[in-house]
């Protein structure tokens, strides 16, 4: 080989070295969010539409309330907020599909699409193991987030199809957290009943709680409450696994 040629080749293993370690240096791509939030709200036969009715004010009212508002803009990363309801085993319908929360009017959009849902289902059974897999697989293509948690509010428990061992095991949980709204609406249920199957079935993952309202009356306490906690940067927010009652 020539000078000329041996120029040309030093030339070329230079310029592909040069680009290796540019590529190298080149930050990795940022994240798109903070936090991919799904609230998963329940239809079932059990809900009656007086109760749906304030399932979904206190949802929307929880979402505006100016210390949720707060939460929302904590950090200069934006959540991904989506919010779907579940009954039966293949009933599951998105109310808000994946929104990014990046601005007030943002918020307001997304919690006046809440407001003006149509509940899709009334007369299905409890199915949770349906909900927390369809639940899952939203946050699958959710955008990407530093940290994901699904919410699954209910006044019951589990009484059709698979339970939710089965759900966690079977679908893509992995860096998930799931917490608990209770709807205790009824006196039987409390520490031996639904409050205790939250806290031994539906609890999931780092951080994960549940918040307990006291009837239907008392969503929107309980949603304001446990979006204030979710939305917390990390190092106040998480916790460790533990569980509230109503209070």
Same mark, same amino acid.
């Given at each position: 080989?020539?000078?000329?040629? !041996?120029?040309?080749?030093?030339?070329?293993?230079?310029? %592909?070295?040069? @680009?290796?370690?540019?590529?190298?240096?080149?930050? &990795? @791509? &940022?994240?798109?969010?903070?936090?991919?939030?799904?609230?998963? %709200? /329940?239809?079932?036969?059990?809900?009656?539409?007086?109760? /749906?009715?304030?399932?979904?004010?206190?949802?929307?009212?929880?979402?505006?309330?100016?210390?949720?508002?707060?939460?929302?803009?904590?950090?200069? #990363?934006?959540? +991904?907020?989506?919010?779907?309801?579940?009954?039966?085993?293949?009933?599951?319908?998105?109310? #808000?599909?994946?929104? %990014?929360?990046?601005?007030?009017?943002?918020?307001?959009?997304?919690?006046?699409?809440?407001?003006?849902?149509?509940?899709?289902?009334?007369?299905?059974?409890?199915?949770?193991?349906?909900?927390?897999?369809?639940? +899952?697989?939203?946050? !699958?293509?959710?955008?990407?987030? #530093?940290?994901?948690?699904?919410?699954?509010?209910?006044?019951?428990?589990?009484?059709?199809?698979?339970?939710?061992?089965? &759900?966690?095991?079977?679908?893509?949980?992995?860096?998930?957290?799931?917490?608990?709204?209770?709807?205790? @609406?009824?006196?039987?249920?409390?520490?031996?009943? #639904?409050?205790?199957?939250?806290?031994?079935?539906?609890?999931?993952?780092?951080? @994960?709680?549940?918040?307990? &309202?006291?009837?239907?009356?008392?969503?929107?306490?309980?949603?304001?409450?446990?979006?204030?906690?979710?939305?917390?940067?990390?190092? %106040?927010?998480?916790?460790?696994?533990?569980?509230?009652?109503?209070?």
């Amino acid at each position: 080989m020539g000078v000329d040629g !041996e120029h040309g080749a030093l030339v070329i293993r230079s310029a %592909i070295l040069w @680009a290796g370690l540019s590529l190298a240096a080149l930050p &990795a @791509a &940022a994240q798109e969010c903070r936090l991919a939030l799904a609230l998963a %709200i /329940d239809v079932s036969s059990s809900v009656d539409a007086r109760e /749906d009715a304030l399932q979904r004010s206190g949802t929307v009212a929880a979402l505006t309330s100016p210390e949720v508002t707060e939460a929302f803009f904590a950090s200069d #990363l934006p959540v +991904a907020l989506a919010v779907y309801e579940w009954s039966g085993r293949y009933n599951q319908e998105i109310i #808000l599909d994946w929104r %990014i929360i990046d601005s007030r009017a943002a918020l307001l959009s997304a919690a006046e699409t809440v407001a003006q849902s149509k509940r899709s289902h009334n007369d299905f059974p409890t199915a949770m193991g349906y909900a927390l897999g369809f639940g +899952a697989k939203l946050l !699958e293509r959710a955008p990407d987030c #530093l940290r994901k948690t699904l919410d699954m509010a209910g006044d019951g428990q589990s009484n059709e199809g698979f339970p939710p061992a089965n &759900a966690y095991r079977e679908f893509p949980f992995d860096g998930v957290t799931v917490n608990g709204l209770v709807v205790n @609406a009824a006196d039987f249920e409390g520490e031996v009943g #639904l409050i205790a199957f939250y806290r031994r079935e539906v609890m999931f993952g780092p951080g @994960a709680f549940v918040i307990v &309202a006291d009837g239907f009356e008392d969503y929107e306490r309980a949603m304001r409450r446990k979006l204030e906690r979710e939305l917390a940067p990390p190092a %106040i927010g998480s916790l460790g696994t533990d569980a509230e009652t109503a209070g």
